[in-house]
């Protein structure tokens, strides 16, 4: 499948060879070029021969010399030169199928492209590839690839998936493995289905894999008040989290002996859930599955102490301000806000957890939380001169939350500032400070 080339970066390689938009990108080299991870990969040999055509279908050939190894600057119709992969499976905990109706189309894609594993670290079931993707995969080293793995028990594995196919993960993960592909494994628990014996199993058999499967993250699966006609499942109680962890930390306490790392890690939310502190900062390791609720509070507390430490006490000036959260996040928010307010008497900070009525009580993360749920939950609420929440509310281009309510009408609404904050401890230190904000 050829790639339509739209623009060519000014100053780059392809714009000195005379690349221009409209034209076409054929092939690197002899390979043809199918989709991002074919032009990436491909693109990076320092001598170049490029197979392009006009509008018109001529082709030319173009010889570019790239020996300082610069991105060749070209841009196209689409981030993956190709249609994303649709997922076909019907998991029986799928978030997308427990959404309300009418939300924007977008929401309701269900991917499951390996490229965007690779790329964006997005996890992928690996039942809709083919062999020549698998052969492609080893042949192009694409690692690390994230994996839903949810239970190497060939018959839950289907039954979770919904996929006749599924039960083939495990073996197909050994094959990855035997080629030298690394992996990050995640598997979503249903109390009742692929708890216990297991995940005591599934645990055991990816830590056989490494150093090929890197990190393991265990959560829980998420229960939106949306979900007639579907699967019954149980949501993780505190009595389900604390087995889960006891698994867990068993293993991990075996691996890290056995292997330097814990290679298993449960979430943030388990914790939460089991009514346990969180564990030490260093428990994380470097934190390989913070994008999935892995240690996220404690890398957060981590960067707002440090931030907090480092601040001269003039650098400071009153403040008042308000932080909207999930139930989850409230309580360590509101320690880290006394902590400053100790230190900086000057500054109020309030700390709101806010009720999830959108997808209902049992969506506890911030990241969930919509616009609509923020007027209703913070009406006549003291919110001080600027509302903090995390950007992870937002779509990526800060536009609209989940709920399609702009930024624009929960300020009006509320009648403070809205200030979308990256997940970052220091970056939410500052803004409570109202430094550079």
């Given at each position: 499948m050829a790639s339509k080339i739209t623009a060519v970066?000014?100053?780059?390689?392809?714009?000195?060879?005379?690349?221009?938009?409209?034209?076409?990108?054929?092939?690197?080299?002899?390979?043809?070029?199918?989709?991002?991870?074919d032009y990436r990969f491909y693109a990076a040999d320092p001598d170049l021969r490029l197979l392009v055509a006009d509008e018109n279908g001529r082709t030319r050939e173009i010889?570019?010399?790239?020996?300082?190894?610069?991105?060749?600057?070209l841009e196209f119709e689409t981030y993956l030169m190709d249609k994303q992969t649709h997922c076909h499976n019907k998991c029986v905990f799928c978030f997308i199928d427990q959404l309300p109706k009418g939300m924007r189309e977008s929401l309701y894609f269900k991917d499951d492209d390996m490229r965007m594993s690779f790329l964006m670290g997005n996890y992928v079931t690996l039942t809709n590839l083919k062999e020549a993707d698998f052969a492609r995969i080893k042949r192009l080293r694409i690692s690390p690839i994230n994996v839903s793995v949810h239970a190497t028990d060939p018959d839950v594995r289907r039954q979770m998936c919904g996929n006749r196919f599924a039960g083939d993960c495990y073996k197909i993960m050994h094959?990855?493995?035997?080629?030298?592909?690394?992996?990050n494994a995640q598997i979503v628990v249903c109390p009742?289905?692929?708890?216990?014996?297991?995940?005591?199993?599934?645990?055991?058999?990816?830590?056989?894999?490494?150093?090929?499967?890197q990190s393991i993250a265990v959560v829980p699966v998420g229960l939106t008040k949306y979900r007639e006609g579907l699967a019954p499942l149980e949501p993780v109680t505190e009595t389900s989290a604390n087995e889960i962890l006891a698994i867990c930390e068993g293993r991990a306490?075996?691996?890290?002996?056995?292997?330097?790392?814990?290679?298993?890690?449960?979430?943030?939310?388990?914790?939460?859930?089991?009514?346990?502190?969180?564990?030490?900062y260093d428990a994380y390791e470097e934190f390989p599955q913070i994008e999935n609720g892995v240690g996220m509070l404690a890398s957060l507390i981590?960067?707002?102490?440090?931030?907090?430490?480092l601040a001269e006490d003039g650098e400071v000036a009153p403040q008042s301000v308000s932080i909207a959260t999930g139930s989850d996040a409230a309580p360590f928010l509101t320690k880290l806000a006394e902590k400053l307010m100790r230190r900086f008497p000057q500054v109020c900070c309030r700390v709101y957890a806010i009720e999830n009525r959108f997808f209902g009580p049992q969506i506890t993360v911030a990241g969930l939380v919509t616009g609509r749920d923020l007027i209703d939950g913070l009406a006549g609420k003291e919110l001080g001169d600027r509302l903090l929440v995390t950007q992870s509310m937002l779509r990526y281009d800060g536009e609209v939350f989940l709920d399609d309510v702009t930024p624009a009408e929960v300020e009006s609404a509320l009648g403070v500032r809205l200030q979308a904050v990256p997940n970052d401890g220091g970056a939410l230190f500052d803004a409570i400070c109202g430094i550079d904000c």
């Open positions: 970066d000014r100053g780059s390689p392809a714009f000195r060879a005379g690349i221009v938009p409209g034209e076409t990108l054929i092939s690197i080299n002899g390979n043809e070029i199918t989709d991002v991870l010889h570019i010399r790239n020996t300082a190894y610069r991105p060749l600057g094959d990855l493995a035997a080629a030298g592909i690394t992996m009742g289905i692929n708890d216990g014996d297991v995940l005591a199993r599934s645990l055991d058999d990816l830590i056989l894999l490494y150093p090929y499967v306490a075996a691996a890290l002996s056995r292997h330097g790392t814990r290679i298993v890690f449960a979430s943030d939310e388990i914790y939460i859930r089991a009514g346990r502190s969180l564990p030490d981590s960067e707002f102490d440090s931030a907090l430490d």
